[in-house]
T-cell receptor
Framework: SQQGEEDPQALSIQEGENATMNCSYK?????LQWYRQNSGRGLVHLILIRSNEREKHSGRLRVTLDTSKKSSSLLITASRAADTASYFC????????????FGTGTQLKVEL | GAVVSQHPSRVICKSGTSVKIECRSLDFQATTMFWYRQFPKQSLMLMATSNEGSKATYEQGVEKDKFLINHASLTLSTLTVTSAHPEDSSFYICSAPPGGCCQETQYFGPGTRLLVL
């Protein structure tokens, strides 16, 4: 399967702490994207990092990409209760088209 | 920003009936749309790629006669679950890249929750 693997599967932290989620994949990629999903809802695009980029920031989000290790990490700094959601990485491989293959997801719970 | 809608948001049906789910791009044209299925507490699995004016491309293991896809216009794709059974109960999500198949960003619909009794 080309599906990405994410760890941890579940993460519970206190508000104000940082949350780190990791994603590993198996193929060559054009880009890797991170999405957020609130329970029972659609997906919200968070950030995209291209294969020639190593790090990207967006607000409290920091994404890294290591193509040699085929892995990426998403860091949420100073977490808030509203960050509670499932987070998925998705890869667009080099095979053409715009298909996204999603990782297994990390369920983040931020407690007050 | 670009918006993708789905209708209905939730549907309950009896086993053996067919259910149609619509996916619309509201402020952009989408020559390609993607249909995903998500079981509880699991990831999204791509079912098929819907192409305007041509046949859909199905992923391995997805029955094309079971999940009929029609990309009727540049803003509408429909997924029909034929002769639905309880195991088809799932969350169905569509997405569309504005500007054509190979744009980097995709916009996702809010999803349709299907429950087959």
């Amino acid at each position: 399967s080309q599906q990405g693997e994410e760890d941890p599967q579940a993460l519970s932290i206190q508000e104000g702490e940082n949350a780190t989620m990791n994603c590993s994949y198996k193929t060559s990629i054009n880009n890797l994207q991170w999405y957020r999903q609130n329970s029972g809802r659609g997906l919200v695009h968070l950030i995209l990092i291209r294969s020639n980029e190593r790090e990207k920031h967006s607000g409290r989000l920091r994404v890294t990409l290591d193509t040699s290790k085929k892995s990426s990490s998403l860091l949420i700094t100073a977490s808030r209760a509203a960050d509670t959601a499932s987070y998925f990485c998705a890869i667009r491989d080099t095979g053409g088209g715009n298909k996204l293959t999603f990782g297994t997801g990390t369920q983040l719970k931020v407690e007050l | 920003g670009a918006v993708v809608s789905q209708h209905p948001s939730r549907v309950i049906c009896k086993s053996g009936t067919s259910v149609k789910i619509e996916c619309r791009s509201l402020d952009f044209q989408a020559t390609t749309m993607f249909w995903y299925r998500q079981f509880p507490k699991q990831s999204l699995m791509l079912m098929a790629t819907s192409n305007e004016g041509s046949k859909a491309t199905y992923e391995q293991g997805v029955e094309k006669d079971k999940f009929l896809i029609n990309h009727a216009s540049l803003t509408l794709s429909t997924l029909t679950v034929t002769s639905a059974h309880p195991e088809d109960s799932s969350f169905y999500i569509c997405s569309a890249p504005p500007g054509g198949c190979c744009q980097e960003t995709q916009y996702f619909g809010p999803g349709t929750r299907l429950l087959v009794l």
